[in-house]
């Protein structure tokens, strides 16, 4: 999908923070320091309110 410079689509939007929850799931996996677990999984947690803000179907 070729992007003309408008505005990125709700769907694009959605794509992007689902895609944003499954990094931020495997480096919480992979990361060793308990500090920065708890930052990643500050980011986990409000990746699915912000989802659902944008209407997507929870899958």
Known sequence: MVNFGRAPTRHSKVLALRRGLT???S?????????RKVEINAIIRK???ALKA??????
């Not at 480096?27 to 500090?35: A, C, D, P």
């Not at 944008?54 to 899958?59: I, M, P, V, Y």
Request: neutral net charge.
């Open 23 to 25: 990094r931020a799931i």
């Open 27 to 35: 480096m919480l996996e992979r990361e060793k320091q308990f500090n």
């Open 47 to 49: 990746l699915p309110s």
């Open 54 to 59: 944008l209407g997507a179907a929870s899958e």
